[in-house]
């Protein structure tokens, strides 16, 4: 199961790292733009690897690495609106 999902997720991000540079567009450093993407990406991989320690349990591995996100965005000084 665990195997399985290491996979699963190495697959992914071998499909994230096939992109074009004309797929992306530069944004200005230092901007709150910048800022949020970079944290995205940060706190997308931590929970990755958070779901994919937790990943014995379906649900709990989903709840564990939405929990990370949510903390590493915090982290980076984000909040969730609402």
Request: include cysteine.
């Given at each position: ?6 996979i ?12 074009s540079s ?5 944004v ?9 993407e ?16 937790a ?7 989903a709840f ?11 982290e980076q ?5 609402g």
């Open positions: 199961m665990l195997r399985t999902s290491i699963i997720i190495a697959a992914a991000l071998a499909g994230c790292n096939s992109s004309s797929q992306w567009r530069e200005s450093p230092n901007t709150k733009e910048s800022r949020f970079r944290a995205k990406a940060i706190c997308n991989g931590r929970a990755a690897e958070t779901q994919v320690i990943g014995r349990l379906w649900i709990a591995g564990a690495a939405n929990s990370s996100f949510n903390a590493c965005m915090a000084g984000f909040a969730p609106n």
